[in-house]
């Protein structure tokens, strides 16, 4: 497992990587990761790179808590070497090195497709600048994407937008799934929240996140007096988000990491879950959120996977607009029949995958990548140079 970025369990790349981490181990196989994780230096199961340095940006990319990795090549020959196949997550610079010398041993590669453009460029504040994004996506394909045995897309929609804007590829859409611990089973709410209307976010502090959004809705909204805002996550937004809803004159909202036993118990009490993120290749918090049998509300962006899970305009806002979002949280709040009748429909909602059934299919994904590999006579795969031109990847 290639990972530019680990570190702790607080994002979702994180969460995904280990997930299918522990679930492969589980099965008997054995799973290294190369990372970049000084704390994982000399434990068993890791190789481990240096940080990347990026000079006077350290500072800002050390602010926005990431932590690339820097090629060695002696660690990833030490990596590649001993495995059967190696499965990227992130298409960055440790991941470039890691498929080229793949392909040089004469090992199997597959990359995970975690990390949309405009992740990347939101951190230099182009989220919307159109060509930077479409350079990143070409960028993806000429130097990962369009050169490993198969891609691994967590949702159709992202498969169908990347290749939009680039070309085809081989690849599988493969959910990564809800955990059994969420289920539709409502509880009561703890007695200082009885009388709110709990609305609930969950994600990664973050401006593609778009937590501001929902932060100032509640603050236009009519019942703001009523509500209580759990806003489920971290990140080194938490400081500017507390002053927004200061400034908004939100009623004590909460902002706080829960573990994923907590998240499932505050989802089983809470009215409606938002999620206001405009970027979102599959969202799985949204698909937590269905499983507990919450009505949902979500950002109606074209560049965001969880649009599609709405049952009708209800679930729906105006991505980006905190106006737009308030009234539908008022509708919401005043119409308590049709809300517990949104919430029942989510309830008996199959189209939620479970995860053990997603890891499931990860791993005949690599089965059959290694197998396929072994009895192809192909020869080993040349740079795209033209992303009209598909031929000279492996079939």
Same mark, same amino acid.
């Given at each position: 497992m290639v990972c530019d970025v680990l570190g702790e369990e607080n994002n979702g790349t994180?969460?995904?990587?280990?997930?299918?981490?522990?679930?492969?181990?589980?099965?008997?196989?054995?799973?290294?990761?190369?990372?970049?994780?000084?704390?994982?230096?000399?434990?068993?199961?890791?190789?481990?790179?240096?940080?990347?340095?990026?000079?006077?940006?350290?500072?800002y990319v050390h602010h926005v808590g990431v932590r690339l990795a820097k090629p060695v090549p002696s660690v990833i020959r030490a990596a590649v070497e001993c495995a059967d196949i190696v499965h990227c997550m992130l298409p960055f610079a440790l991941t470039k090195a890691a498929v080229a010398m793949a392909h040089e041993l004469g090992k199997p590669v597959t990359a995970g497709f975690h990390c949309q453009a405009e992740n990347f460029s939101s951190y230099v504040l182009m989220k919307n600048f159109t060509p930077l994004n479409n350079y990143v996506y070409r960028m993806y394909y000429r130097t990962v994407f369009g050169q490993v045995d198969c891609v691994h897309y967590p949702s159709q929609f992202i498969r169908t937008l990347f290749e939009r804007k680039t070309a085809p590829t081989k690849g599988v859409v493969i959910s990564?799934? +809800? %955990?059994?611990?969420?289920?539709?089973?409502?509880?009561?709410?703890?007695?200082?929240? @009885? #009388?709110? =209307?709990?609305?609930? *976010?969950?994600?990664?502090y973050s401006k593609e996140k778009c937590q501001s959004v929902l932060i100032k809705a509640v603050g236009m909204s009519k019942h703001r007096d009523d509500i209580k805002l759990i806003l489920a996550?971290?990140?080194?937004?938490?400081?500017?988000?507390?002053?927004?809803?200061?400034?908004?004159?939100?009623?004590?909202?909460?902002?706080?990491?829960?573990?994923?036993?907590?998240?499932?118990?505050?989802?089983?009490?809470?009215?409606?879950?938002?999620?206001?993120?405009?970027?979102?290749?599959?969202?799985?918090?949204?698909?937590?959120?269905?499983?507990?049998?919450?009505?949902?509300? +979500? %950002?109606?962006?074209d560049r965001a996977a969880p649009k599609a899970?709405?049952?009708?305009? @209800? #679930?729906? =806002?105006?991505?980006? *607009?905190?106006?737009?979002?308030?009234?539908?949280?008022?509708?919401?709040?005043?119409?308590?029949?049709?809300?517990?009748?949104?919430?029942?429909?989510?309830?008996?909602?199959?189209?939620?995958?479970?995860?053990?059934?997603?890891?499931?299919?990860?791993?005949?994904?690599?089965?059959?990548?290694?197998?396929?590999?072994?009895n192809s006579?192909?020869?080993?795969?040349?740079?795209?140079?033209?992303?009209?031109r598909v031929g000279g990847r492996r079939e």
């Open positions: 994180t969460v995904t990587t280990m997930n299918l981490v522990r679930s492969l181990r589980a099965k008997g196989h054995t799973v290294n990761i190369l990372c970049c994780d000084v704390d994982k230096m000399g434990k068993e199961g890791y190789f481990v790179c240096p940080e990347r340095s990026f000079g006077p940006f350290n500072g990564n799934g +809800v %955990a059994a611990r969420f289920r539709p089973e409502r509880t009561e709410k703890p007695v200082l929240l @009885r #009388n709110k =209307f709990v609305i609930v *976010s969950t994600g990664r996550g971290k990140g080194v937004l938490d400081r500017k988000f507390a002053k927004l809803a200061k400034r908004n004159k939100l009623v004590e909202p909460s902002f706080e990491f829960f573990s994923r036993d907590e998240m499932t118990d505050v989802l089983s009490y809470a009215d409606l879950y938002v999620h206001p993120a405009d970027v979102e290749l599959e969202g799985i918090a949204v698909l937590e959120a269905i499983r507990c049998g919450n009505a949902i509300l +979500v %950002a109606d962006s899970l709405a049952r009708d305009e @209800r #679930n729906l =806002f105006k991505a980006g *607009s905190a106006k737009h979002l308030a009234a539908k949280i008022d509708y919401w709040i005043e119409h308590r029949s049709e809300l517990a009748e949104c919430s029942a429909y989510y309830s008996g909602y199959d189209k939620v995958e479970a995860a053990s059934d997603c890891m499931d299919k990860m791993e005949k994904m690599f089965i059959d990548t290694i197998d396929n590999y072994r006579s192909v020869e080993a795969l040349e740079p795209v140079d033209n992303l009209a």
